[in-house]
């Protein structure tokens, strides 16, 4: 373990943070290899074979997100309006990215910019090593929850074709905002580890700028938290919970969305669990209904 967390840390400052998820998913394999180093090389060809079509899955998720932008305008100014309708009372009649940049931004780096670049990264990995560890503890869990995160990917990624929104960076360029900074990787800078967001740059330039709508950064938070809290101690559960707001002020502080965006993703959580949860009850009750008849071999006359 000790030789992956050298390499790991050697590539992370090289190359940059491990935010694609081929990319992710290869340090991830790595990662259980070196932990079960004495499991048979089986095993771990095994995660290997059960892991690629969901990498294969995220690959496409993300290049697909990027034909959502079909040159048509965005929408921006309802988010706006609706941000400024909901805070506006509070923050002066500014959107909340507006307000907290004026408050907290500044051109020195501070611990909250580091923080947020820290939890900002998060988003590439929780959700992925949480699955890993499902996958090495409990197969079946490991089935449940897939099912529930792809769903929730599905419908995102559906929303982003029908409805393309711009995030508050994209307004403030575009003349509809006052000025606002996209500074969700500037945290790092504070170590001197200007290389360490490499790979995250390159995606945000590469990236769709209309999917801001809703924000899988903080669905995926709440999703994961959801997922395992009912299996977690309740005195726990407050720092579990406190993820996904740190990731909701990260990504309001940084520029990339809109609290309605938030909210949105968040709802679009719950009905992933509530669908998802009655398509495997309707499943089951049909398997019940329907037992599968084994082949009994027939009994010897004689």
Same mark, same amino acid.
């Given at each position: ?8 840390? +050697?590539?992370?400052?090289?190359? !940059? #943070?491990? $935010?694609?998820?081929? =990319?992710?998913?290869?340090?991830? %394999?790595? *990662? ?117 995160? +792809?769903?929730?990917?599905?419908? !995102? #990624?559906? $929303?982003?074709?029908? =409805?393309?929104?711009?995030?508050? %960076?994209? *307004? ?126 027939? $009994?010897?006359?004689?």
């Amino acid at each position: 373990m000790t030789v992956w967390a050298v390499a790991f840390v +050697g590539a992370w400052l090289g190359i !940059g #943070l491990p $935010t694609d998820p081929a =990319y992710a998913f290869v340090w991830i %394999w790595l *990662a259980t290899i070196a932990w079960n180093s004495e499991r048979p090389w089986r095993s771990h060809l095994r995660f290997a074979r059960d892991w690629v079509p969901v990498v294969l899955l995220f690959v496409v998720y993300n290049l697909s997100r990027g034909f959502a932008d079909n040159g048509a305008t965005p929408h921006a100014m309802e988010l706006i309006v609706a941000d400024r309708f909901m805070f506006g009372w509070a923050t002066g009649g500014e959107v909340p990215t507006v307000w907290l940049q004026q408050h907290l931004y500044r051109p020195q780096v501070h611990w909250w910019d580091v923080a947020a670049s820290w939890v900002y990264f998060s988003h590439f990995v929780v959700a992925l090593t949480a699955a890993a560890v499902l996958w090495l503890r409990d197969r079946h869990r490991w089935a449940a929850y897939m099912r529930r995160w +792809g769903f929730l990917c599905a419908a !995102g #990624l559906v $929303t982003y074709f029908i =409805y393309p929104a711009a995030p508050p %960076w994209w *307004a403030a360029q575009n003349g509809l905002l006052t000025e606002v900074a996209r500074i969700s990787t500037r945290g790092w800078k504070a170590f001197g580890m200007h290389g360490a967001g490499n790979v995250l740059n390159a995606g945000q330039i590469a990236s769709n700028p209309v999917a801001a709508m809703p924000s899988l950064h903080t669905a995926w938070a709440l999703f994961v938290v959801l997922f395992f809290l009912t299996a977690t101690r309740r005195r726990w559960w407050p720092l579990l919970l406190a993820y996904p707001l740190a990731m909701t002020f990260t990504l309001v502080y940084s520029g990339e969305h809109y609290v309605i965006d938030v909210l949105v993703g968040w709802a679009y959580v719950g009905l992933t669990f509530l669908v998802v949860g009655l398509a495997e009850r309707g499943w089951a009750a049909w398997r019940a209904r329907h037992p599968s008849t084994k082949t009994q071999r027939p $009994t010897d006359p004689t």
